[in-house]
């Protein structure tokens, strides 16, 4: 099938071809059709299976006709992150080039005065986060009762993001009579109930998962032991001709201790996880983007959904823990016929995951071997020796320092290289304790404060009330 073949107007069409696409994409094949006759749609469709351009490339014939009023958008677009909000406002940029449309992306972190003028002219199309959308609309900035199409995209990543109320908040103040297209990686019984509540008689569109990997992407997996690995990353980006690479670890701190140690010597990198403010990873993003960072050290879950062409190399750190996220990330390099290169780094401890992940592409990944390997595994064996000799002096409860670790700014990121130590049984031994201390050496209150492990009971905050010897209580 050919775009042409679509219903698309010639000015879309056109633009597309100067996109360079030769063919719709599945989901673009199966919803663009529906989306052009008006209908509610029900797609199953991740990111990177070209679903922007399969909501956006109708919604710009669709809007073609009509004229926007001020402070009431004809059309919504819900995104769950503000990167991905400014992705399809790029994508309507892109497209919709010889359509004449206004648009205006509300997201955090952008003047509340630039938006409001934008929005006092008139839209057609509005692309927003729930909560500032919100937040425009208690200040009466905007109304919704224009919208005639709405998009809820992400819509599972909405819900692990506890945003789900908003959205329905949102939806409750639009016009019953309009149309709806709302899509989701992945179909729970969850998704469907609220489906039901936003569509009406929906189309169902669905694409599978892609389970293969680009023939463009030369792949390569390294077998080492836990302290090997920061060394062997550092020694992989020098010899490699990285361009612009992804690193990829299973955990946030593991991207922290990861960026610190590559920073400290010497290489340009950035962090992206969810733990970090919105404007920070906007930032860190652009920087990316635009090539003043080389390498991105990140975790699956804040580089979901982020397009950044002309990726070199990408390193999984970690192998992933759920197989589909290895086609994931992989395929952020190797794009639009490039040549990429993606590397593993593992642990005899992850080949459960290995195997899964070797399972799902359907081929084995070749081992590879590293001339200087020795030096490697002298100098992992150095910092493991160091690590455990300050553990020593440290028993009695002061924190540890290592000489690979970052100069950590906070206790945690001084206290986090323990966990690395705790190689074999690392995963374990890391979601159980936590090696993490606050300013008080005490391990903290909340999972995610500073670590992943949570804490059990009271954790070591016993309340001071608990230690009166109950005697003395009664005598008062
Ligand atoms: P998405 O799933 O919408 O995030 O799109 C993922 C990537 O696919 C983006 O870089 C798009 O520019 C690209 N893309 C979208 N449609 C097509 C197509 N028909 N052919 C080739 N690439 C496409």
Do not use: W
């Amino acid at each position: 099938m050919i775009f042409a073949d679509l219903g698309l107007s010639t000015e879309v069409l056109k633009a597309v071809k100067e996109t360079g696409y030769e063919n719709p994409t599945p989901i673009q094949e199966k919803a663009i059709p529906y989306v052009l006759m008006g209908r509610d749609v029900l797609g199953t469709a991740q990111t990177g299976t070209g679903k922007t351009a399969g909501f956006t490339l109708p919604m710009i014939d669709i809007l073609a006709s009509g004229q926007a009023k001020a402070r009431m958008p004809r059309s919504l677009i819900l995104e769950p992150t503000r990167e991905l909000a400014a992705q399809v406002a790029d994508n309507f940029e892109i497209y919709g080039k010889y359509s004449n449309l206004s648009m205006a992306l509300l997201i955090g972190g952008m003047s509340f005065s630039d938006q409001d003028a934008k929005l006092d002219k008139g839209v057609d199309v509005l692309i927003a986060t729930p909560g500032r959308l919100l937040d425009h609309v208690e200040r009466g900035k905007v109304l919704l009762n224009g919208v005639k199409t709405l998009v809820i995209d992400e819509a599972d990543r909405m819900m692990d993001m506890g945003f789900i109320p908003d959205v329905e908040r949102i939806v409750s103040l639009l016009p019953p009579l309009r149309q709806t297209l709302f899509f989701s990686a992945t179909m729970s019984k969850e998704m469907r109930k609220l489906a039901d509540k936003f569509l009406m008689n929906p189309k169902e569109v669905a694409v599978s998962p892609p389970t293969a990997t680009a023939a463009t992407v030369t792949q390569g997996l390294y077998m080492v032991n836990r302290a090997e690995k920061r060394p062997l990353i550092r020694k992989l980006l020098k010899q490699e001709e990285v361009k612009t690479a992804f690193v990829f670890c299973n955990r946030k701190k593991d991207v922290d201790i990861l960026l610190g140690s590559l920073v400290k010597h010497g290489f340009n990198a950035g962090a992206l996880h969810g733990d970090m403010s919105q404007s920070h990873r906007m930032e860190t993003l652009d920087k990316f983007k635009n090539g003043e960072i080389k390498i991105l050290v990140c975790s699956d879950v804040a580089a979901r959904g982020i397009d950044v062409s002309a990726v070199s190399h990408v390193f999984n750190f970690d192998v992933p823990t759920h197989a589909e996220d290895y086609i994931h990330r992989i395929g952020r390099t190797g794009r639009a016929g490039q040549q990429g290169h993606a590397y593993t780094i593992a642990t005899k401890s992850e080949d459960k995951y290995l195997d899964a992940v070797q399972k799902l592409v359907g081929k084995e990944i070749p081992v590879l071997t590293l001339e200087g390997m020795d030096e490697i595994s002298e100098e992992a064996a150095e910092i493991a020796a160091r690590e455990k000799k300050t553990d020593r002096n440290q028993k009695g409860g002061s924190r540890r320092k290592t000489d690979d670790a970052p100069k950590a700014k906070t206790s945690r990121k001084k206290s986090e290289p323990a966990a690395e130590k705790t190689s074999k049984n690392s995963g374990k031994k890391e979601n159980k304790a936590p090696n993490a201390t606050t300013r008080k050496g005490r391990p903290p209150r909340h999972a995610n404060d500073e670590g992943d492990a949570p804490v059990v009971g009271l954790g070591d905050n016993i309340p001071a009330f608990f230690k009166i010897p109950l005697g003395k209580t009664a005598q008062k």
